[in-house]
């Protein structure tokens, strides 16, 4: 094997690109996702080594000495950090001219031309699904030989190899467990909704559903739910519970855990027996059968993207959700003591005023524990992207999606909806939600029954406050 190092680069100061950051931005909260889309490959390859960068607050100037000793390195680069990104090439290129570098991800599995065309110093990027691809690049074989690669020849041309199949058996990836053990330090990483230290893999790819903006499904992961076996998740589980001994949740980043209804219930049953505390993503439609068995087997979260309060906007982006089944769905959870973290994104299409009021008073009505407020993000590959494009939607001093210091802005607007309506909806949002007597009383009590959550929530109250703060700066 080559001296391979997968780097997720130093990029925006607390910038979060890791696998479960949906929106790659810096968040209102500083959190990270473990770089889980790097970790799997690299458990594949024999003597690699795995630096995240933004989540262990390294520079540049710390990354670089790496270089000297390596001859691959891989980069996970985004939309958001992708100018930052190719600037690391340039610079690990420097430092040894003899590695080749490459870049894995969303971001180049759509525009494989342009991402090369933006780096000469860039070797190849690893389109669609990688794990496979990246492991022969790194067992030395000949570029032209290599399915699913996109690379520069000596000539200077750029060639595209024929795509690689679609991985089915998922048991045939390793654990990245180990790699996490091997790399990372875990208390680096933290989410507001889960417990701390948590840990996070995923047990299957693809989500059955179509949502014209979610990224993952359109460009990586598909829309057939392909899973590890239950056995397999297992023990992994069993591993990592020895490994990590102070891990407190584990959360499976699933697109959609529960799009496999059976399966999701079998996973419980064998977690039940381990004694795990465990959290997933879920569709607001499961029925209260399963919910029952999950909650009766270790399940305390779900993630939920409900997006939206109207129903033709859940139309719009082809949520395939009922706004009555999700107020039934939430229903049930509160009654099984199954606590929600609601996501929603304001500014998709067939938004106005009226619109995002409905979707705020839709939020105070089910009342999750927590909620998460982005906005509408048009990532190239999505179907969403397409439609801001044709419809000029999306300026292109907005195609970052991010501001400066790598926080959301509104990329979107509509002729009778601006930029700035929409932006100035989050605070407005989030202070609505959170500023209620009933929510206010329900925090303060979680803080009086679980001490460690008192400083816990002070300090993501004092970042909130900045966050807002550097917000309205910025949109003076």
């Given at each position: 094997?080559m001296r391979t190092l997968f780097l997720q680069a130093p990029s925006f100061e607390g910038f979060d690109g890791g696998a479960g950051a949906r929106y ?253 505390v465990w959290a997933c993503n879920a569709k607001g439609n499961v029925p209260r059968s399963t919910l029952k068995v999950l909650a009766d087997n270790g ?178």
């Amino acid at each position: 094997m080559m001296r391979t190092l997968f780097l997720q680069a130093p990029s925006f100061e607390g910038f979060d690109g890791g696998a479960g950051a949906r929106y790659q931005n810096r968040r209102e909260i500083r959190s990270f996702w473990y770089p889980t889309w790097l970790a799997q490959p690299a458990a594949l390859v024999d003597g690699s080594k795995l630096i995240d960068a933004p989540s262990h607050r390294l520079r540049l100037a710390d990354v670089l000495p790496q270089a000297r000793g390596r001859e691959l390195v891989v980069l996970h680069p985004s939309t958001p950090s992708f100018s930052s990104d190719i600037k690391t090439v340039r610079a690990l290129k420097a430092e040894n001219p003899q590695l080749r570098i490459g870049m894995i991800g969303a971001k180049v599995a759509v525009d494989p031309v342009g991402s090369l065309q933006a780096c000469e110093e860039l070797d190849f990027v690893a389109r669609n699904e990688f794990d496979f691809t990246i492991k022969e690049v790194a067992e030395g074989r000949e570029f032209g030989g290599v399915a699913g690669l996109s690379y520069r020849a000596p000539n200077g041309r750029i060639v595209h190899n024929e795509d690689r199949a679609i991985l089915h058996d998922m048991d045939a990836l390793p654990f990245v467990s180990p790699v996490y053990q091997r790399d990372l330090t875990i208390e680096n990483y933290f989410i507001g909704y889960l417990r701390h230290p948590y840990l996070s893999f995923y047990t299957g790819r693809g989500c059955k559903s179509r949502c014209t903006f979610c990224l993952w499904p359109q460009t990586i992961g598909g829309h057939r739910y392909r899973t590890r076996s239950v056995g397999h998740v297992v023990d992994e589980l069993q591993w990592a519970r020895k490994a990590f001994p102070q891990v407190k949740e584990f959360f499976f980043d699933d697109d959609t855990l529960t799009d496999d209804l059976p399966r999701v219930e079998a996973l419980a049953r064998e977690i039940g027996k381990l004694g795990i505390v465990w959290a997933c993503n879920a569709k607001g439609n499961v029925p209260r059968s399963t919910l029952k068995v999950l909650a009766d087997n270790g399940l305390r979260l779900f993630v939920v993207g409900y997006e939206s309060g109207n129903q033709k906007i859940l139309h719009n982006i082809k949520k395939g959700m009922l706004i009555d089944v999700a107020k039934r769905f939430t229903k049930d959870c509160h009654e099984l003591g199954i606590k929600i973290h609601g996501t929603f994104i304001l500014g998709l299409p067939g938004e106005t005023k009226e619109t995002i009021e409905e979707t705020i008073r839709f939020a105070t009505e089910i009342n999750p524990h927590t909620i998460q407020i982005s906005l509408a993000a048009p990532y190239p590959g999505t179907v969403l992207y397409q439609q801001a494009k044709e419809n000029g939607w999306l300026d292109t001093n907005n195609a970052d999606l991010v501001d400066e210091n790598g926080a959301q802005i509104a990329p979107l607007h509509y002729p009778h909806l601006s930029h700035t309506e929409i932006f100035n909806s989050v605070e407005d949002f989030y202070k609505r939600f959170y500023f209620r007597g009933p929510k206010i009383a329900a925090m303060v009590g979680e803080m009086v029954r679980m001490p460690e959550m008192m400083t816990r929530r002070l300090r993501e109250g004092v970042e909130f406050f900045r966050f807002l703060r550097e917000r309205r700066e910025a949109a003076l």
